[in-house]
């Protein structure tokens, strides 16, 4: 039998709190929570948790701090955050930090179990990712989650742009569509109707980062009505 996974989450308002545990422990979840920042980072840090809910507006610390806390002590913790904020600027950041996820305030359970499982499940199985990335001038370890660019410039990326880009250069000889990446690398089933700007958020983060000129891409591009195409090698 599978061990119970244990989540943790921190939440200061107390009827979505309640409302969380009660749909988590009724899902087979085993749950702890915090609500506050303070209490929230004791907790997250303990490293014990396989996925944290984390909501951005808290007392005494504010979500992104507390993962960008985090992620600085373990870049592999499942973080979802969970924020009345969905304005692309404000997404950024949370996934900049290095959320794996994001639900957007009001939410269903239905989405909310989704994305849990989505997470979890790409967090367990995780992938074989080839140890360095050419991208032209551009080489990415993806164990380490850095890289350099061709004037010899550092970069940094999160997990979830390692395993998009790793998944692409395992198929760059096609376009990969925004459906097999939000199934291969989110891990969420096909044919389910979620609504996520997630991919193309990501999509433009990374060409930030890759790209000579972000807005005329040469390395991550797009195949009209097909998907992104990563065009490896020197």
């Not at 308002?13 to 915090?34: C, M, N, P, Q, S």
């Not at 958020?201 to 390395?219: F, G, N, V, Y």
Request: some cysteine; charged content about 30%; proline content about 3%.
């Amino acid at each position: 039998m599978n061990r119970q996974q244990n989540i943790l989450v921190v939440e200061d308002e107390e009827a979505i709190r309640t409302g969380l545990i009660d749909v988590l422990v009724y899902h087979g979840y085993k749950v702890d929570f915090a609500s506050n920042g303070p209490d929230g980072l004791k907790k997250a840090q303990s490293g014990k948790f396989d996925l944290i809910l984390l909501d951005i507006m808290l007392p005494g610390m504010d979500g992104y701090a507390i993962c960008n806390a985090v992620r600085d002590k373990d870049r592999y913790q499942p973080i979802i955050m969970l924020t009345a904020k969905t304005s692309d600027d404000e997404i950024i950041e949370g996934l900049k930090l290095g959320a794996d996820d994001y639900v957007g305030k009001p939410f269903s359970v239905q989405q909310l179990m989704l994305r849990i499982e989505a997470v979890l499940r790409r967090s367990a199985a995780g992938q074989e990712q080839a140890r360095t990335l050419v991208l032209g001038q551009v080489t990415v370890d993806t164990e380490n989650l850095c890289g350099r660019n061709g004037l010899q410039e550092e970069l940094s990326f999160t997990r979830r742009e390692i395993d998009i880009l790793s998944y692409l250069a395992a198929n760059s000889s096609r376009p990969v569509s925004r459906e097999e990446l939000l199934s291969k690398v989110w891990g969420y089933g096909r044919n389910l109707d979620i609504e996520t700007r997630t991919v193309d958020i990501h999509i433009a983060k990374l060409r930030r980062k890759i790209e000579t000129d972000p807005r005329e891409p040469s390395k991550l591009v797009t195949v009209r009505g097909a998907g992104y195409r990563l065009i490896t090698g020197e």
